[in-house]
């Protein structure tokens, strides 16, 4: 860490794509040659961007220069006018987030013993795990870790053991923290992690830049002026090359035998990336159609002939119209939209939400749907949770890594917590009808073809030690039954000696 200059520490890859490119393909005459030895034009996209998009109140729909007002010209007085359009941001993009969330955090972490035989304290350690992963918030952190990364792009747990006590944070663009993960280029591990923040005076005013560093014992914080003399001698010094302005706070140890940081990136950004285009130019269209009824919405009143006397004024409606013996007055009623423009607008929304492999509610029916046809109805939404449990799944790994070495210390059981070889898998949440499972699950065990155990551990009414409650259960009912047949054979016995 002393060896390293905090300026390699603040950098990180950007978030973006690469532009079409209309140049010819290459064509080969199948000898050796370079290939992707060519540079692309790569467009940037910043994690504010991120987050503008995902607030309907940020959308382009507002930018007058993206989508502007209508102008026109007084031939009289040869003066321009502007008249606002309709406008209107729909929250696809939380729409989108929402739907990812439910069926990617619907369900809690489903952890595991890895021992092939586990013993009793095994067993007893995994639920004493479970239950404090759920006293911990564990969950309603892997929810905000998921939202992170759906939003801005990526996201980091940190654990951390205060007065020995576990404890962790979600670190995140979306509260003004910027990430910056450092691996190893030969394990591929995270080795070096910092994040940067910003502290501000009780004007709401930037006056400290706050960096935090971690490596695989302590934790290192800077920090950098950002007002007055100081932000200019810090500049200067980073400018001459004195240093990069930033001045030690404080080195702590971690406790933790390894970096206690878990990183997740995506690497597109923000979940509905790929639709964002088709949602601007929705959002477009739409106002455009808003626009048009509302153009067509009051009527057409036409007046012809002499001696014509309108009762009224600008304020309220007409009250009468006079007109000559030869005059009329009639009314013209608005033109309808076209029903091309309704398709254009229902397309441009399908596509919109099946680009991101999202499902409205299907309409209802009457009765009870089996499980299948629930399944192939949210089929997209499945899917997408599926390849998104993968993209986590190491995530997960090292935040329950995090949490068992962190949590030992605080329970005073390292040695349990390091024999105990526990993993955790993401189960997508999936709509389904919970009296069918059951009844599946209750065929299994009576057929003989799946023991109580398992039966169980896939129970949706179950607890973290359901499959000890069903011991004791049976032991209870057992120890009944063995006191009434001793109650009835003292019975036998009382009777047997009174007849003699």
């Not at 209107?88 to 990617?104: D, E, M, N, R």
């Not at 759906?150 to 576990?166: P, V």
């Not at 398709?343 to 680009?355: D, H, S, Y």
């Amino acid at each position: 860490m002393e060896t390293l200059k905090l300026k390699n520490i603040l950098n990180k890859e950007p978030f973006g794509y690469l532009l079409p490119d209309a140049r010819p393909g290459i064509i080969s005459d199948g000898s050796e040659h370079e290939v992707n030895n060519f540079t692309a034009p790569f467009q940037e996209i910043s994690q504010i961007d991120f987050i503008r998009e995902y607030d309907p109140r940020s959308h382009k729909i507002w930018d007058t220069n993206w989508f502007e007002d209508e102008k026109k010209q007084d031939p009289l007085s040869k003066l321009w006018y502007i008249y606002p359009v309709e406008r209107c941001a729909l929250p696809f993009q939380h729409i989108i987030t929402v739907k990812h969330l439910t069926h990617l955090c619907g369900n809690n972490i489903e952890f595991k013993d890895s021992n092939q035989i586990p013993t009793e304290e095994n067993k007893t350690t995994l639920v004493e795990f479970q239950q404090g992963w759920l006293n911990k918030n564990m969950e309603v952190a892997w929810y905000d870790s998921a939202k992170s990364v759906k939003i801005t792009g990526d996201c980091a747990f940190c654990g951390y053991l205060y007065n020995g006590e576990f404890g962790h944070r979600v670190f995140s663009f979306l509260n003004g923290d910027i990430l910056y993960p450092h691996y190893n280029y030969v394990t591929g591990k995270l080795d070096l992690f910092g994040r940067e923040y910003s502290q501000y005076d009780e004007k709401g005013k930037q006056k400290l830049r706050i960096l935090e560093v971690w490596d695989d014992k302590n934790l290192y914080r800077f920090k950098r002026d950002t007002t007055g003399v100081k932000r200019v001698v810090s500049k200067l010094v980073g400018w001459l090359g004195l240093g990069d302005g930033w001045d030690l706070i404080s080195t702590n140890a971690h406790n933790f035998p390894f970096i206690p940081i878990s990183y997740k990136r995506a690497k597109y950004g923000a979940c509905w990336e790929f639709v964002q285009d088709l949602i601007d130019q929705y959002e477009k269209d739409f106002s455009r159609y808003l626009q048009m009824n509302k153009s067509n919405a009051n009527p057409i009143i036409v007046i012809t002939g002499d001696d014509i006397e309108v009762k009224g004024d600008p304020k309220r409606p007409i009250t009468s119209i006079t007109v000559g013996v030869n005059g009329s007055a009639d009314r013209l009623s608005g033109g309808n939209v076209s029903t091309s423009f309704e398709t254009q607008l229902k397309i441009n929304r399908e596509c919109i939400f099946m680009g991101a492999f999202t499902v409205l509610p299907p309409e209802e029916r009457s009765g009870d749907q089996s499980g299948i046809s629930i399944k192939i109805k949210y089929s997209p939404a499945i899917e997408q949770a599926m390849a998104d449990a993968n993209e986590f799944n190491e995530f997960i790994d090292d935040v329950v890594k995090i949490f068992k070495c962190g949590f030992s210390v605080e329970v005073g059981k390292v040695v349990e917590y390091n024999n105990l070889k526990v993993s955790g898998e993401i189960i997508p949440f999936i709509h389904q009808n919970e009296a069918e499972l059951m009844t599946n699950l209750l065929n299994g065990v009576t057929g003989g073809f799946l023991s109580k155990e398992s039966a169980a551990e896939q129970s949706p009414y179950k607890k973290n030690d359901e499959f000890r409650r069903l011991k004791e259960q049976i032991k209870s009912a057992l120890g009944a039954d063995i006191k009434k047949i001793d109650y009835t054979n003292e019975n036998k016995k009382t009777e047997v000696t009174q007849t003699e």
